[in-house]
């Protein structure tokens, strides 16, 4: 594994915190992951993680599924049906199932199974269509579990009984279609609203009605994601009509442009937005078509902007955002035409820690996993190994280190990438080749090795 990629997976739920290769922008680190870390390929056109805690990037050159240490590719093999049609990859989406739902360009869609580890392949899902490529624009599912998707010929639906796509219809037989609809979204009260050229609009999944909300229709664009926030407000990222935050009980709307002019233009495409939370305040974040990833402060319209050029240690590289994906432990993963990006809450923490005075200069480079202890409700406890020192903990308010010896075959033969507390008075550590247990009120350490 590259030592440049050293990553913390906690067991199943992979709370993925790099440990090297970091980069500060606007005082925030960015980790970066291209092909030479594992990336089946540099042009990672979407991002997102599962339920499992899998990170899922779709390429230009397969499926990749990354667990915090190792990318797992996925290709197409023409001798078996239970690959991927092909290679090329756009949308990834994962239902509440665990199935990963994934668009193949000029060849269809794909679902894999988690459990069987197999994929089912949809090369024409709308019969009498004539298109392999028409379905999955967009993905989104209501409070009952039913998977929608958009198409060129409309609104489509997965029935899971019969494995079959088809168009939704209403009573009168007619289906719902939008022109260049690229977003369905689902709000906290389960209303379904679309996205599409000259506005969003509000979907009547039983009359099959369109009500355009007023407001969005001023823009003139098309819209390329929407979240809501803890007030219900939308945020609506559009081509050419900025960063939208819309309020759907007032019907009004503020727009938000980046500082540069350039973002003021009707060629700036806002592709994607979520929603990222700091000590219980929420920020817009949203990534571009340019080498900037943005997050807006909602309170004060405040922008601040991100440059994923720094990410790439190269200047004569350029480098576009495609999508964000922001994860439950509010992990930032950004989806670019050069590799995958990484803006990690508990690393910028992690830069706060005073350097042990028996540590070398460049320990930074060398934490292979870092943990930030709940048993501490002050958050000011970290405990962090490094294979030359062992085990540290780290006092963020009095500037205090203990270091811990774990033993000599602990931090040379394990290789350890998990630290997690098992209760009151015990950490267990995980490695490579066994884990460790650790007693931080007697002190005692006991190793466990894999046979």
Excluded at 423 to 446: E, H
Aim: aromatic share 14%; proline share 4%; charged share 20%.
């Amino acid at each position: 594994m590259p030592m440049h990629t050293l990553l913390v997976r906690f067991f199943l739920s992979v709370l993925l915190l790099t440990a090297t290769r970091g980069v500060y922008s606007q005082n925030v680190v960015i980790d970066y992951y291209n092909s030479t870390d594992g990336l089946s390929n540099n042009y990672v056109f979407d991002v997102l993680r599962d339920q499992n805690g899998f990170v899922w990037c779709s390429t230009h050159g397969g499926l990749n599924r990354f667990d915090g240490v190792t990318f797992t590719h996925f290709f197409n093999d023409p001798k078996s049906e239970n690959s991927p049609l092909a290679n090329r990859g756009s949308r990834v989406y994962a239902d509440r199932n665990g199935n990963i739902w994934w668009v193949t360009l000029a060849s269809g869609l794909n679902r894999y199974n988690p459990v069987t580890h197999t994929f089912k392949r949809f090369p024409n899902p709308i019969p009498g269509s004539g298109s392999n490529d028409k379905v999955g624009y967009a993905f989104a599912e209501n409070k009952n579990g039913t998977l929608f998707m958009l198409s060129e010929q409309g609104l489509c639906y997965y029935n899971p009984i019969e494995e079959k796509i088809s168009l939704y219809r209403v009573a009168n037989n007619d289906s719902i279609w939008l022109p260049r609809a690229n977003v369905i979204f689902f709000d906290s009260h389960d209303q379904m609203y679309i996205a599409a050229q000259g506005g969003v609009y509000f979907i009547d999944l039983n009359t099959g009605s369109k009500q355009l909300l007023p407001g969005t229709e001023l823009f003139d664009a098309d819209s390329y994601g929407i979240v809501e926030d803890s007030r219900g407000h939308f945020f609506i990222a559009t081509w050419g009509g900025g960063m939208l935050d819309y309020n759907p009980v007032t019907k009004t709307y503020t727009r938000y442009f980046g500082q540069h002019e350039s973002f003021k233009s009707n060629l700036t495409i806002y592709l994607d937005v979520d929603i990222v939370e700091r000590n219980g305040q929420e920020f817009i974040i949203y990534c571009t078509n340019t080498y900037l990833l943005q997050e807006l402060d909602p309170r004060t319209g405040n922008i601040i902007s991100y440059d994923l050029r720094e990410a790439l240690n190269d200047d004569d590289q350029s480098v576009i955002c495609t999508s964000v994906e922001v994860d439950q432990q509010n992990n930032i993963w950004i989806s670019t035409s050069q590799g995958l990006m990484l803006i990690n809450p508990l690393r910028q923490l992690f830069k706060q820690v005073p350097v042990a005075e028996f540590i070398r200069e460049d320990w930074y480079t060398s934490v292979s996993a870092l943990y930030q202890d709940p048993a501490d409700k002050t958050g000011n406890t970290l405990w962090y190994v490094m294979p030359q020192y062992g085990l540290i903990k780290s006092d963020l308010t009095t500037g205090e280190h203990k270091q811990i010896r774990l033993g000599a075959i602990s931090t040379k033969d394990v290789f350890i990438s998990q630290i997690i507390r098992q209760n009151d008075s015990t950490l267990l550590m995980a490695g490579n080749s066994g884990f460790i247990r650790y007693n931080d009120i007697t002190g005692q350490v006991t190793q466990y090795l894999y046979n």
